[in-house]
């Protein structure tokens, strides 16, 4: 197959759509976020955390979605695209972990992503009545410590739903191989 004729397949799309979302997840949960923790002020780092995570679980919605369209399909085997990604012999390896990563961005972006950013103003707002920060030493009022102990709810789901996430984004990178290879 020449290379102009490739570029007419899915397969190219669907590598690059795959790198995207592994390598985002990856550098996120486990390179980004840990230097950023340890480097910014807490303020500044709830910031950029803020600013950042709409895209971040833009990206990880979206690209199970444009992996699903780009699908190859096998030679005497499952056809490419949606159609093959419902294929039974792709139920385990393909759609399994493409709903998976799907599923847990669309809730961490449509449903714990605003519910964190309303407890965040919450927050603000009760350190300007109790005239301190959240994070700092306890004791705190009654109202900051159901706001903190709500936020750490949120962020803990959140941090489960993104483990489960980038599980899935390995597993599907090990089908993916098997069928390179």
């Given amino acids: ?6 570029m007419l397949t899915g397969a190219p799309y669907h590598i690059l759509a795959y790198g995207s979302l592994f390598g985002t997840t990856l550098f996120n949960t486990c390179i980004g976020t840990v230097i950023q923790f340890k480097t910014l ?8 955390q803020t600013k950042t995570f709409p895209w971040y ?3 990880q919605t979206t690209l199970p ?4 369209v780009t699908l190859p399909g096998r ?20 759609l399994l972990p493409l709903a998976t990563i799907f599923v847990t961005g669309l809730v961490n972006w449509t449903v714990l992503l605003p519910v964190s950013k309303e407890c ?12 301190k920060r959240s994070w700092d030493p306890q004791p705190h009022s009654q109202e900051m410590a159901a706001l903190n102990k709500k936020f750490g709810i949120l ?10 996430n980038f599980v899935a984004s390995v597993v599907y990178g090990v089908t993916l ?3 390179i290879h």
């Fill in 177 to 179: 191989a098997g069928r």
């Fill in 65 to 68: 979605l444009a992996l699903a």
């Fill in 1 to 6: 197959m020449s290379n102009r004729s490739i």
């Fill in 155 to 164: 962020h803990g789901i959140s941090s489960l739903l993104n483990v489960v």
């Fill in 120 to 131: 965040i103003v919450e927050r603000r707002k009760q350190e300007e009545k109790d005239g």
């Fill in 41 to 48: 002020p807490t303020l500044q780092f709830s910031d950029l």
């Fill in 57 to 59: 679980f833009g990206l």
């Fill in 75 to 94: 030679p005497f085997g499952p056809a490419s695209g949606i159609q093959g990604l419902f294929d039974s012999a792709n139920r385990w390896g393909t």
